[in-house]
Nanobody, 127 residues
Framework: QVQVVESGGGLVQAGGSLRLSCAAS????????MAWFRQAPGKEREFVGG????????GYADSVKGRFTISRDNSANTVYLQMGSLSPEDTAVYYC????????????????????WGQGTQVTVSS
């Protein structure tokens, strides 16, 4: 089992940057894929990006590709989401999620493939 807690959200101006952190606990952290999702008011939760358990593979939504970078430090049980060139369209609650399966060879984009979720952290981008 994995517990996750997000931090680092806040208010930023358009064009700015922000780094989110996801601190995880549990012995299985280093064996599961991790992902970031976001949910804006009135919209469904959407996949932002993910990283494999080893950290060697990443995947991103087209809307953030080239602007956001995911990384992980298994020794610190932490996953990061570095966000750049932010726009008001990036305003949402950002969630960190841990995959269901150990050593999964793929990065699913469906939220149902992730078993453990944090409470989320608000990111607001002003124009």
């Amino acid at each position: 089992q994995v517990q996750v807690v997000e931090s680092g959200g806040g208010l930023v101006q358009a064009g700015g940057s922000l780094r989110l952190s996801c601190a995880a606990s549990g012995r299985t952290f280093s064996s599961v894929n991790m992902a970031w999702f976001r949910q804006a008011p009135g919209k469904e939760r959407e996949f932002v990006g993910g990283i494999t358990w080893s950290g060697r593979g990443t995947g991103y939504a087209d809307s953030v590709k080239g602007r956001f970078t995911i990384s992980r430090d298994n020794s610190a049980n932490t996953v990061y989401l570095q966000m750049g060139s932010l726009s008001p369209e990036d305003t949402a609650v950002y969630y960190c999620a841990a995959g269901r399966l150990a050593y999964a060879p793929y990065l699913p984009q469906n939220p149902r493939e992730y078993a453990y979720w944090g409470q989320g952290t608000q990111v607001t981008v002003s124009s």
